[in-house]
């Protein structure tokens, strides 16, 4: 799939990816066992806590022994090509599907013993069912207070503000299918965190929705951060990635780096990224590029070129510019720059799966 990604000159800032599974809505389950210790109450608990966390279906190793810290306030962004295992551990973690093995803290609450704890205290943001496409917005709004124990006293309040914060006055009886995606998004974000949740998960709560509506959601993501609310968030837009605190590559179930955005741009490259442009033809430039031994990786970035040198070839920025000349692609202007977060991506994912 990397080839693909790599060859396509259109792909800039875009979706790296084309969606997978299915999660669901949670629904806490009110009841406490009797005489089990109380819920954890310390705000200092670390968010997400996973040592060893693992899902098998079958032979098939989805999520492969997964060790995860989420600090409180973190805007936690989790990447990772289809099929790498995301929804899967967002699953394990929102209390609505079993590890095999491991550990899985949410809250200072092992989601293992105690799924209905977390789940009261949590919100989740499934990628492709939030809503009942046959209930209204407000009714859909009424259920999910509902399943989060809004009491029937405070409840058409809650709903009141919970549609007038997503910008839906006035649209309380329409059905979902009547709203644009974004619209959707919105809704499904205040059904979420209707009841006000320490930690919200969200996966790909962005997919499909065009880059206005995007950026008006993430204003969103950032007013709830504000209020202290912990976000883990998927996603494949690489700008979206940059705005996370920090962010978790998974590749065929396995973490293969983490760390802050800048962290992950300066240390998980060490190569020199170039960017090629000026390009008469980029897809045939590209190619060539990807047949010398001294460049590691290329990817089209819009009408440019994205040009990873190996790190043991320290005089290829100097030689690059003649040999491109030389092969009839004189009109190319190099310029070093920092690596994108698409160039990170595109890098880890090329040199796992080699
Ligand atoms: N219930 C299941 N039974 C069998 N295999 C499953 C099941 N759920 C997920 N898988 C497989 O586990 C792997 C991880 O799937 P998952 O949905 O977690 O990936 P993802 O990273 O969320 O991908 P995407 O970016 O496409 O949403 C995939 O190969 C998927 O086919
Ligand atoms: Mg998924």
Redesign the pocket.
């Known amino acids: 799939m990397f080839d693909r990604f790599r060859r396509r000159p259109e792909t800039h800032g875009a979706v790296l ?1 084309r ?3 299915r999660g669901s809505p949670v629904s806490p389950d009110e009841a406490t066992t009797p005489g089990e210790e109380s819920p954890a109450e310390s705000s200092r608990e670390p968010a997400v806590i996973l040592r060893g966390l693992t899902k098998r ?1 079958g032979s ?1 190793t ?1 999520v492969d022994s997964v060790d995860l810290d989420v600090a409180r306030g973190e805007i936690y962004g989790f990447l ?1 090509p ?7 551990t967002i699953r394990m973690l929102t209390g609505s599907l079993v590890p095999t093995e491991g550990a899985a803290q949410v809250l200072g609450e092992d989601v293992r013993r105690h799924p209905e704890r977390v789940k009261r205290r949590i919100g989740y943001m499934s ?1 492709k069912f939030s809503l009942f496409e046959d209930l209204s917005v407000a009714e859909n709004l009424r259920f999910y207070a509902g399943v989060y124990g809004i009491d029937d006293a405070s409840l058409p309040e809650v709903v009141r503000e919970t549609i007038a914060a997503a910008g839906l006055t006035g649209r309380e009886d329409e059905l979902p299918a009547h709203l644009s995606v974004g619209v959707r998004q919105r809704l499904a974000l205040g059904a979420a965190t209707i009841h006000h949740p320490e930690i919200l998960f969200l996966d ?1 709560p962005t997919s499909g929705v065009d880059p206005i509506a995007r950026r008006e959601f993430w204003d969103r993501l950032y007013a709830l951060a504000a209020r202290g609310v912990t976000l883990f968030v998927t996603t494949h837009y690489m700008e979206e990635a940059s705005n996370c605190t920090r962010l978790a590559f998974m590749y065929r179930g396995r973490i293969i780096a983490d760390g802050t955005p800048s962290h992950i741009r300066t240390e998980t490259i060490r190569h020199r990224i170039v960017e090629v442009s000026g390009l008469r033809d980029a897809d045939e430039a590209l190619t060539w590029l990807e047949q010398q031994p001294d460049v590691q990786e290329v990817y089209a970035a819009g009408a440019r070129l994205h040009v990873s040198l190996a790190e043991d070839a320290p005089q290829a920025t100097d030689t690059l510019a003649p040999r491109l000349a030389a092969a009839g692609f004189g009109e190319a202007t190099i310029t070093p720059v920092e690596p994108t977060m698409e160039d990170v991506f595109v890098h880890l994912a090329t040199r796992a799966g080699t």
């Open positions: 990816k969606l997978g599974g279906f098939f989805a990772g289809n099929g790498c295992g995301k929804t899967t990628q790909e």
